[in-house]
């Protein structure tokens, strides 16, 4: 049995990418090179969070593990 851990998201929208990034404990920072500049916004724990699969409005279009 094989186990992943997910590491990121990448959404698509609003004509650009943003992503998630979960740190090694689990928690997760969204980025938005437009919107958070240089900054990533902490957002949570990722078993707290409800939806892996859209992120303001954009939809997930690749998972990293």
Same mark, same amino acid.
């Given at each position: 049995?094989?186990? =992943?851990? @997910? *590491?990121?998201?990448?959404? @698509? ?5 943003? %992503?998630?990034?979960?740190?090694? *404990?689990?928690?997760?920072? =969204? ?5 958070? *500049?240089?900054?990533?916004? =902490?957002?949570?724990? @990722?078993?707290? @969070? *409800?939806? /892996?699969?859209? %992120?303001?409005?954009? %939809?997930?279009? /690749? /998972?990293?593990?």
């Amino acid at each position: 049995r094989v186990s =992943y851990k @997910l *590491k990121g998201v990448i959404y @698509l929208g609003g004509n650009h990418f943003t %992503a998630r990034i979960v740190g090694n *404990k689990g928690e997760v920072w =969204y980025h938005d090179g437009i919107g958070t *500049k240089h900054n990533s916004e =902490y957002e949570g724990q @990722l078993p707290n @969070l *409800k939806d /892996m699969f859209t %992120a303001k409005d954009r %939809a997930a279009c /690749m /998972m990293i593990y």
